[in-house]
């Protein structure tokens, strides 16, 4: 494997080592809450805090391995042989750029205190991660919410997912102190484990779409419509280990 393909773990990896683990722990660690809040169970006075702070880590360790994929998308098209990336050197520095400031939206999210400043910083964050989506290197299914395909589209289903987390996030003041924003909070939280299985199916899926940086040149000669190849080009059989060669005759 070389490095490029390496990289392209980094969002696999980071997924199943942090975020599905901390989902869990946000999981269990919610109900504790709401049977503290009815009064079910006695639960230590952190549970809530715990809650807000896995919360957190999550969303973070969500955002961070969508804008991996991201750029690990433009950079292996930038750096295939052969490929033009369209606008060169300069726009894969601008998509960078956007990434980065992505990125500090996401730390400033996590900072601010005042609503209209979580507000703004949750949109600016998951403007970037659909701008940086909206780019032709970034493989979707289908753009079409009328088709099958849309909803069965690793991508799609990340980016609401994504958009979820982030709202939750930017909420957390107001749902813990409001009953309305706590059911808001319940049933986008079923919304989300449903879209997390989701991911897990379509993403252990296009893992196995992906080839490696140099078997790229024969894989992408396939018809994929057809799901054929062409037939590799005959060549001639080894040699037996310790068989004999017949030498070549001196005129």
């Not at 939750?168 to 909070?185: D, G, K, M, T």
């Not at 080839?211 to 024969?218: A, E, F, I, R």
């Amino acid at each position: 494997m070389t490095a490029i393909d390496w990289f392209s773990l980094l969002h696999p990896v980071l997924v199943i080592l942090f975020v599905y683990p901390v989902v869990g722990a946000t999981i269990r660690l919610g109900i504790l809450v709401r049977e503290k809040r009815l009064g079910i169970t006695q639960q230590p006075a952190l549970v809530p805090r715990e809650h807000a702070d896995h919360g957190r880590w999550v969303t973070a360790g969500v955002v961070v391995a969508v804008l991996i994929a991201l750029v690990y998308s433009f950079i292996s098209k930038a750096v295939e042989p052969g490929a033009a990336f369209v606008g060169g050197s300069a726009r894969l520095a601008l998509l960078m750029l956007v990434a980065a400031g992505t990125l500090v939206a996401l730390l400033a999210l996590l900072k601010v205190k005042r609503p209209a400043l979580r507000a703004s910083f949750t949109l600016l964050t998951w403007a970037g991660l659909l701008g940086l989506g909206s780019q032709p290197e970034i493989w979707r299914l289908s753009d079409n919410p009328f088709s099958g395909a849309f909803w069965s589209s690793h991508y799609w289903s990340g980016v609401l997912l994504t958009g979820l987390f982030l709202m939750n996030l930017a909420a957390r003041p107001e749902i813990s102190r409001h009953l309305r924003w706590r059911r808001l909070h319940v049933a986008s939280n079923i919304l989300i484990m449903v879209l997390l299985a989701v991911q897990a199916i379509t993403g252990s899926r296009d893992l196995l779409e992906i080839p490696l940086s140099w078997h790229k040149p024969v894989i992408y000669r396939c018809d994929f419509t057809n799901r054929v190849c062409p037939e590799p080009a005959a060549t001639p059989a080894a040699a037996a280990p310790g068989s004999a060669v017949a030498a070549p005759a001196l005129g």
